[in-house]
């Protein structure tokens, strides 16, 4: 992986098997201890030594099978994800979706950018689409470009719109689902909240989009990309149309997330029936599509071997766990952190929102390191939710300050893949994204830490 100007970074999977070293050598360094628990609850004050239990020279190597096991269930939920998600675009159903708003909307600029951001959005908050926008960035260039406005606001309407829709993920397989997962919290709880973050949240992009639009409509000359060569690259909407049936498969997949809602609240449902409701959907996708049992057959694996990474990275992270847990340090770990923390009860209720402000930098910063929100998820959810436990902000709020910054952060880390391949094909240098993007993280961000301080003050679990 490649950045902007030219520097290597090392790739998620070789970071992640440092980490896992790393937390090996730890073993040796920290004493052994544990927390009393009640179910998964930490129960603060009850900390105390325990006999250790040192790992093999070799554990580094034996844990991974180790984590992968342990992950097993979230890895075969990714891959049928996957695959569902490989059929439904088989069909043409996205992209005729995605291409008739861009035709409906293209003739009215506010429309079109309010728009298209936030049906990107929502593509991202519910079934964890990012990759699959890659094709419309060049149609939304030429199409800005003909409205007197310019590539970085049509990589902004895509971009800004995926990375809000994760950072504010209702139900997002692949960040939220397993935050929540790894955390033992109700995969419905919050979700009203989400959803109205993400709304404001859109507010701020779509402003921010605007008002740079007006400000190089009124002065081209102020455009980030006013000397980039766009000529030769025009590009021609040639999206699959919206027939009856593809609106039937969009109409299946929306009812889909109906019923998954309605079965968590009412029947406790989690990664299983969700699982199971993504198949039903992925048949009935290929029925009203047409799509042959052998086409459907090999879209579904394809769809699913796409995600051999993030599947890879999940158990490799999760090794961590499985090492720190094994050698009964993690919770010294958990509790040297909130021994930190605890230095700022002194601000009575003021506590729990530093606490939460404080996951938020470190889930950001983490983002760096690990731009596999999956990954992410199982490096640092088995601390930060007990974390939670022991400084009373609840456990909710941890899913959400790592959903934040790990979808916000994705907006400008150039060890991101997708940022840096949407760049190139929008022909936009990296610093100059960054001097549009930061005010825009700025401003979310102020959102976001709103958000959690409500949160940490109520106790959001």
């Excluded at 043409?92 to 009215?108: F, H, K, P, Y």
């Excluded at 340090?329 to 003021?350: C, F, M, N, P, Y």
């Excluded at 009373?392 to 934040?404: D, F, I, K, N, P």
Aim: charged letters at 15%.
């Amino acid at each position: 992986m490649t950045s902007a100007n030219g520097n290597r970074f090392p790739e998620a999977l070789v970071l992640i098997f440092a980490m896992i070293v790393a937390a090996q050598v730890l073993t040796y360094v920290l004493p052994a201890g544990e927390y009393e628990r009640e179910g998964r609850q930490v129960l603060a004050g009850t900390y105390h030594a325990v006999e250790a239990a040192p790992l093999p020279w070799h554990a580094a190597l034996t844990k991974v099978p180790r984590g992968l096991e342990a992950a097993a269930e979230i890895i075969f939920f990714v891959f049928l994800v996957g695959g569902a998600i490989g059929v439904i675009r088989a069909t043409g159903a996205i992209d005729a979706a995605i291409g008739r708003a861009i035709s409906t909307l293209g003739g009215r600029p506010i429309l079109l950018v309010g728009g298209m951001t936030a049906l990107f959005a929502v593509g991202s908050s519910t079934i964890g689409m990012a990759e699959e926008y890659m094709p419309f960035v060049p149609i939304l260039v030429a199409m800005c470009i003909a409205l007197k406005m310019d590539a970085v606001v049509a990589l902004g309407m895509v971009y800004l719109g995926a990375g809000i829709g994760y950072g504010a993920a209702a139900i997002n397989p692949f960040t939220v689902m397993i935050a929540k997962d790894i955390a033992g919290q109700d995969p419905g709880t919050g979700f009203g909240l989400r959803w109205a973050l993400l709304a404001v949240m859109l507010l701020v992009a779509v402003h921010h989009l605007l008002r740079y639009a007006r400000r190089i409509a009124a002065d081209p000359e102020r455009s980030l990309v006013r000397d980039v060569d766009y000529g030769g690259g025009g590009h021609e909407l040639t999206a699959a149309e919206l027939t009856p049936a593809r609106l039937g498969i969009l109409a299946a997949f929306a009812l889909m997330i109906g019923i998954f809602i309605w079965g968590v609240n009412v029947h406790g449902w989690y990664l299983v029936e969700l699982a199971a409701l993504f198949l039903g959907v992925t048949i009935i996708a290929a029925a009203l599509g047409r799509v042959s049992p052998n086409r459907t057959a090999r879209a579904f694996t394809t769809g699913a071997a796409e995600l051999t990474g993030t599947a890879l990275l999940i158990g490799f992270a999760r090794t961590i766990e499985v090492v720190l847990s094994d050698a009964r340090v993690i919770d010294t770990v958990i509790h040297g952190i909130a021994s930190l923390l605890q230095k700022a009860e002194g601000l009575g209720a003021g506590a729990a929102v530093v606490s939460a402000w404080g996951m938020l930098l470190v889930q950001s910063v983490c983002n760096f390191l690990i731009p596999s929100g999956s990954g992410q998820a199982y490096v640092t959810m088995p601390i930060m939710a007990p974390l939670a436990d022991l400084t009373g902000v609840g456990r909710e709020t941890s899913v959400l300050a790592y959903q934040l910054g790990d979808g916000l952060m994705n907006l400008i880390v150039p060890t991101n893949a997708l940022l840096m391949g949407m760049l190139l094909l929008a022909r936009i240098p990296y610093q100059r994204w960054l001097r549009f993007i930061l005010p825009a993280i700025v401003k979310l961000y102020l959102v976001a830490m709103a958000v959690l301080a409500v949160a940490a003050l109520m106790r959001f679990e």
